[in-house]
């Protein structure tokens, strides 16, 4: 039950600033676009800004590569007690063919209870409502213990360098818990799938295109190697079936480039090489090793009546599958937070892929909390949206368990 203090607490959030705050951010592009240099620089800055002048914080400031930047906020009562994470990223994928979509992807548009563009629910919203817990925690002068800490991390659509960064300089030490604003229908995700990112390539040998048997075409046998792993995948659901609130592991081939990338395409030249980049999800009960073997394997055996197949297969990324227990005491506290709130029971789940909290869980030890707003199925689609109703109840429900877990006195 929401307490007469905690309802006043509550009132010191604005929605109209919660909805303006979240279109600021998207209209900044922070698509990272290595052909024109675009990073996540601008809207750091306007982030950085907006702290300073609503907050009067000065947050730290972390330059992880040539304009990329963390921002870490850090709001200590001087009091002894829990330390409390909010965690979201700043960067987002691009917006695509601009043609396909309704409105300008950068546009912010409000129509039908919705704000629509490229990082509206993925993850602008989610740091918009995190540095509203911040203000109003800060301006509504409640007495509470331990601290809060805002991370607002650069590339978690990319290698994940901003987290990585952020473990690596210490600002996870002494982190008890963590909410992770990411767009999952607000549903209470304990667990996050695991991934192992690897690149093939094969190699063949350049010839004219109406001479293919002077050559050897390195496309065929990349389709080998495709349908080979599609098999393995199959083995691999058979195997270990589908898992509660993570589903089924898959192997994807996600982009195939043939020539590589900087070689011209030439309807009439057959290419020299074909690479493929490989996004494998885990899920509990897989080894990561072993998957690594079996696909060395299964690259190998996709050659073996092939005297001219020459391929190899490099991985490049690893990220453990992690989960939490239902019993940590974050995971009690916003349960009733977002029932006092809405009125309804939150629903259990998993993240599909991973986020920024795989690594704050499996490297810093701190249990991470996936329950932001936004739908599940909306990220890195056209016409993106956030729901203004959802994103506000989260926003709520972020504060009230926020003021609770601190131990605020309400």
Request: hydrophobic fraction near 40%.
């Amino acid at each position: 039950m929401i307490t007469d203090r905690e309802r006043e607490l509550l009132s010191t959030l604005k929605k109209d600033e919660l909805i303006e705050l979240t279109r600021a951010l998207v209209r900044i592009d922070s698509v990272i676009r290595p052909e024109t240099g675009n990073t996540e620089k601008k809207v750091v800055e306007f982030i950085v800004n907006w702290i300073k002048r609503e907050i009067g914080i000065d947050p730290e400031i972390d330059e992880v590569d040539e304009d990329r930047f963390n921002i870490i906020l850090t709001i200590d009562s001087g009091k002894p007690g829990p330390a409390l994470l909010l965690e979201g990223h700043t960067d987002v994928v691009s917006e695509g063919e601009r043609s396909l979509w309704a409105d300008d992807p950068f546009g912010a548009v409000v129509k039908d209870g919705r704000i629509y563009g490229r990082g509206s629910c993925d993850m602008k919203a989610g740091v918009a409502l995190n540095l509203l817990i911040a203000k109003a925690l800060v301006k509504s002068e409640v007495e509470f213990t331990g601290l809060l800490k805002l991370a607002i991390l650069c590339d978690e659509e990319g290698m994940m360098i901003g987290v990585k960064d952020f473990i690596k300089k210490g600002h996870a030490e002494g982190i008890d818990a963590c909410l992770v604003s990411e767009p999952l229908d607000a549903e209470f995700c304990l667990s996050m799938k695991g991934a192992i990112r690897a690149v093939v390539t094969v190699e063949g040998k350049m010839a004219h295109g109406c001479q293919p048997l002077l050559g050897i075409n390195p496309n065929t046998r990349m389709a080998m190697i495709i349908l080979t792993f599609q098999e393995y995948e199959r083995q691999l659901k058979q195997i270990h079936g589908k898992d509660e609130y993570l589903g089924y592991p898959s192997v994807t081939f996600t982009v195939v480039q043939s020539p590589p990338p900087g070689e011209p395409q030439q309807l009439n030249v057959m290419p020299r090489q074909s690479r493929g980049w490989i996004d494998i999800r885990t899920i509990p009960g897989q080894d990561h090793d072993k998957v690594k073997r079996e696909l060395e394997e299964a690259l190998e055996s996709a050659g073996l009546d092939d005297p001219d197949f020459n391929a190899k297969i490099e991985f490049i990324e690893e990220r453990p599958v992690v989960s939490m227990s239902a019993d940590e005491p974050i995971v009690g506290i916003c349960h009733t937070a977002y029932k006092d709130i809405t009125g309804k029971e939150p629903t259990y789940n998993g993240v599909p892929g991973a986020t920024d909290g795989t690594f704050l869980s499996a490297r810093a030890g701190i249990p991470c909390l996936v329950n932001g707003p936004g739908p599940r199925g909306i990220p890195h689609h056209v016409n993106e949206y956030i729901e203004i109703d959802q994103l506000w109840d989260v926003a709520r429900e972020y504060l009230l368990a926020s003021l609770r877990y601190l131990k605020a006195e309400v």
